[in-house]
């Protein structure tokens, strides 16, 4: 049984190795690609959007705006539109690791990617600003991890202490 022990124990070291060595020459994000693979990004059409299995996603949106079942409701903001996106734009320029991504300008439509702090693991927002009567504006956003099954919550409370600091 100690063996056994000092078996897994010298198999766990080796492994640690060969990832301190792959972070020290590639770097963490190349590290994460290797073990992983590349980051799958792909365009997101609220309107046809199938959320899956895994509880590493947080979907924001307005009644009957996506398909999928949203996990919160939007909230409607007395502002305009573009009021909103520029409010959304300076508060994403005070959080860190943040890298953008593909912008479609005429539907107003986002994507972003925020590393986790240690280990850089990628996490893919994508934030669509619409427009509604009386000047007010709402919006969709799609947290979601790209790796592994859970997130301790880390896209839901993203979300949902990004969406506390709009109001």
């Known amino acids: 049984m100690f063996q056994g022990f000092r078996l ?3 198999v766990a070291a080796g492994i640690a190795v060969v990832i301190g060595l792959l972070v020290f020459v590639a770097g963490r994000e190349k590290t994460l690609e290797i073990i ?17 299995s895994k509880p590493n996603q947080f979907l924001v949106c307005p009644a009957d705006y996506c398909a ?27 959080q860190p690791r943040i890298e953008s991504g593909a912008a479609d300008q005429d539907a107003m ?12 693991f990628p996490d893919s927002i994508t934030v669509r600003f619409i427009p509604l009567k009386d000047g007010q504006a ?30």
Do not use: C
């Open 8 to 10: 897994i124990a010298t």
């Open 68 to 94: 999928a079942q949203a996990h919160l409701l939007s909230p409607v903001f007395n502002m305009g539109v573009e009021d909103l996106k520029q409010r959304w734009l300076a508060m994403l320029a005070k």
């Open 138 to 167: 709402t919006l969709a956003v799609y947290s979601r991890s790209h790796y592994g099954h859970g997130d301790q919550g880390v896209n839901e409370a993203r979300i949902r202490a990004w969406l506390a600091l709009l109001k």
């Open 109 to 120: 439509q986002y994507d972003y990617i925020q590393r986790s702090e240690i280990v850089r």
């Open 36 to 52: 992983f693979g590349p980051m799958k990004l792909a365009s997101i059409d609220f309107a046809s959007l199938k959320l899956t």
